[in-house]
Nanobody, 115 residues
């Protein structure tokens, strides 16, 4: 099994920045992909960004140019750097680790952007 723990959320003013961290532990071999998702109140969970085992990345159009996903293999951690934050970025952010045998979700971290 894989354990996933997110951190780095908080309250930030519009235009500010935050860096979220997703630390994986346990059976981290054969991780195919790590993704950051978010869910705002009353809305469906949506993909923000993901990074594959080969290093390929994808971003939602809404965060493109403002957000960077990266990883530190030595720390088994994936980061989500978010800049120029907007009120519409307010949501609970979840990390998802995808292996051959399924997905593991973290507990989520709240990001609140005040205007």
């Amino acid at each position: 099994q894989v354990q996933v723990a997110e951190s780095g959320g908080g309250l930030v003013q519009a235009g500010g920045s935050l860096r979220l961290s997703c630390a994986a532990s346990g059976s981290i071999f054969s991780i195919n992909e790590v993704g950051w998702y978010r869910q705002a109140p009353g809305k469906q969970r949506e993909l923000v960004a993901r990074i594959t085992r080969t290093g390929s990345t994808n971003y939602a159009d809404s965060v493109l140019g403002r957000t960077t996903i990266s990883r530190d293999n030595a720390k088994n951690t994936v980061y989500l750097q978010m800049n120029s934050l907007k009120s519409e970025d307010t949501a609970v952010y979840y990390c998802n680790v995808r292996r051959y045998d399924g997905d593991t979700w973290g507990q989520g971290t709240q990001v609140t952007v005040s205007s």
